[in-house]
């Protein structure tokens, strides 16, 4: 289960954004997980879970955002998602559109507790 290494590298940057700027107590943290990024969420959420138990974000709410699979072609310039990888534009059907999300795995932000 690759998940935990992942929730401690997410751990590694709270911690180091918290001292950076001073932060003693957050209200969450945002992660956003592409559809594509080989992470489960349940999984993550639940290494997550098992990591902080005891310390002081133990109350600290662990959000997930999962990212679509989201393209652009680039005869039409339309934007579309998929449920799998595609390759075709289902509008115009041109072949190989572009992916433009749905790889990421990103902290995108840290609430802090007021």
């Known amino acids: 289960m690759h998940e935990m290494s992942i929730a401690q590298n997410i751990l590694d940057i709270v911690r180091e954004e918290m001292e950076r700027y001073k932060v003693k107590k957050l209200q969450a943290i945002n992660v956003a997980v592409g559809a594509m990024s080989a992470v489960v969420p349940s999984s993550l959420s639940f290494c997550w879970k098992v990591m902080i138990d005891g310390t002081d974000l133990a ?3 662990f959000n997930i955002r999962v990212v679509p699979l989201t393209y652009r072609c680039f005869d039409c310039g339309a934007k579309f998602t998929a449920e799998e990888l595609t390759f075709v534009c289902p509008h115009c059907r041109a072949e190989e559109p572009r ?7 990103t902290v995108e932000n840290l609430e802090v507790a007021d």
Not at 99 to 104: D, M, Q, S, T
């Open 59 to 61: 109350e600290t709410k």
């Open 99 to 105: 992916l433009i999300a749905g790889r990421e795995l």
